[in-house]
């Protein structure tokens, strides 16, 4: 099957030019100007533009929180993914308390294995960081799982102590894997959302209001610390706060090896959407959203900008309003962690970086592809080359369409950005060569999404543009 893109405009992540682009199987055989080759299907994208398809590097599908799971499952999940562009996920496997990473991993590949409609990896949520499971993290990296998530949150649930921490670290540096972090000092947040419950702040604004940014700047700071003694690098999941980004940008300015994401939430969404009593619950998630005011949101683009923040992934983590959120009426504590966003990411960074003049297009491919495929160790992705995976979607960055659950294609009853009109939209999107969504209809199938073994940080490393340096010698 060969498939030829005709009359579109190629961006990379390094460059933006006019070119057709022949598909073979489910590799890109062939890019080049006027290409006049027999093909079983032409793509006519005159006026479009021919992008990697989206890599969303934070996904968390059927995930079991707070006495209930995340509602998309691999199959409505991916499926939501492709319409917004993405063609890949890497979600994150969780270890069940007090077993094996491997325990947790094989529930992942069965919840993932012939439902997943676009390719994925896994990550491994560390919920239990024993001693006798660190020669385990090896044999996973040697597997293709090549990062582990440790928490300074949630006593109880995920949380990890500093010793922990230092000794997963340690461990990357062995194996090449590399601590993706969840950074917020969980038990001191705990004191406060206790204080706030005790006075009668019960409603969703309480959970915005105990998780200070202090919070998230202190953890992230001391983990930037344990990195460093432990000669390792390390990486910040949905970073939130100016306080945590100054940290990053100091650990930069020292030249030390870290990597932060942000989210969608964190751009375009604030403190106040947590008001408006418990339908504020929609937008519980963790680190909270911040107050535009203190100028958060604000500095993340700026973050972005520079490449202090490298990428942008969604911690897509869907529940329904009805029946799930509300297991937390009357104690906002209740209230799953998590929103919807995998099918809204490249559109919303396209709308607000690119139209709006932040951003060039080939930096907002970079942020929301080319990166997580280098930092996560994905070499066929992030690009449209030759001999690279043909996940492409023609996209048209002039079509405006308008958010909303009554469209969406994820399965929540929501959506954060109800009402919100976008610049921007996904065309036509292949999937390894197979076309899984053109002009609104969905031609994909469960199962066609492929399990990815990643290659260990070596890779990350190695094609890093701006911060390239060998991780600093271990302390001691
Ligand atoms: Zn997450």
């Known amino acids: 099957m060969k498939t030829l893109i005709k009359g579109g405009t190629i961006v990379n992540a390094d460059a933006m030019f006019r070119a057709d682009v022949l598909v073979d199987g489910e590799e890109i055989a062939l890019i080049g100007v006027d290409l006049d080759v027999p093909a079983d299907k032409v793509i006519d994208a005159t006026g479009k533009w021919i992008i990697p398809g989206g890599i969303d590097g934070h996904t968390h599908m059927e995930l079991p929180f707070g006495g209930t799971f995340a509602k998309d499952t691999f199959e409505t999940g991916t499926r939501a993914a492709a319409f917004g562009g993405t063609t890949t996920i890497i979600d994150f496997a969780v270890q069940p308390m007090g077993g094996t990473f491997h325990q947790g991993l094989d529930i992942w590949h069965e919840k993932a294995d012939g439902k997943a409609c676009i390719d994925y990896g896994f990550h491994m949520i560390v919920s239990d960081m024993r001693d006798e499971l660190l020669p385990e993290m090896d044999r996973l990296v040697e597997e293709g799982v090549t990062d582990f998530k440790l928490f300074t949150a949630y006593p109880g649930v995920f949380y990890s102590d500093d010793a922990r921490i230092f000794k997963a670290l340690r461990q990357t540096t062995r194996n090449g894997g590399l ?138 983590c869907p529940f329904d309003f009805h029946g799930q959120k509300e297991l937390g009426r009357g104690d906002f504590r209740k209230i799953p962690n998590g929103l919807p966003g995998v099918e809204e990411r490249v559109d919303l960074v ?61 399965d929540v009853d929501y959506s954060c950005y109800e009402g919100r009109e976008v610049q921007g939209g996904s065309d036509v999107v292949i999937s390894r060569g197979k076309v899984v969504v053109e002009n609104g209809q969905w031609l994909g199938s469960a199962g066609h999404g492929k399990f990815l073994r990643r290659e260990p940080r070596g890779f990350a490393e190695a094609t890093r543009s701006k911060l390239a340096k060998p991780a600093p010698a271990a302390v001691g």
């Open 179 to 316: 601590i993706l972090m969840h950074a917020e000092n969980g038990p001191v947040i705990d004191v406060v959302a206790a204080d706030l419950v005790a006075q009668g702040t019960t409603d969703p604004i309480g959970h915005g209001l105990a998780r200070y940014p202090v919070f998230e700047g202190e953890a992230t700071n001391r983990v930037i610390r344990l990195a460093k003694a432990a000669g390792a690098p390390v990486y910040f999941v949905h970073l939130s706060a100016t306080d945590a980004l100054d940290e990053v940008r100091q650990a930069h300015h020292e030249g030390l090896p870290v990597f932060a994401e942000t989210c969608p939430q964190y751009l375009f969404l604030g403190l106040d959407d947590l008001g408006n009593g418990f339908e504020g619950s929609k937008f519980v998630c963790s680190p909270p959203l911040r107050d535009w005011k203190a100028g958060h949101q604000a500095e993340l683009w700026k973050g972005l900008i520079s490449d202090d923040l490298q990428l942008v992934g969604t911690d897509h």
């Open 350 to 410: 396209h709308d607000g970086g690119v139209v709006s003049g932040k951003i060039t297009p080939s930096r907002w491919v970079e942020l929301v592809s080319t990166a997580p495929a280098r930092i996560f160790g994905l070499p066929k992705k992030g690009s449209v080359s030759v001999g690279l995976d043909a996940d492409i979607v023609v996209y048209d960055p002039n079509r405006k369409h308008v958010l909303s659950a009554k469209t969406h294609h994820m």
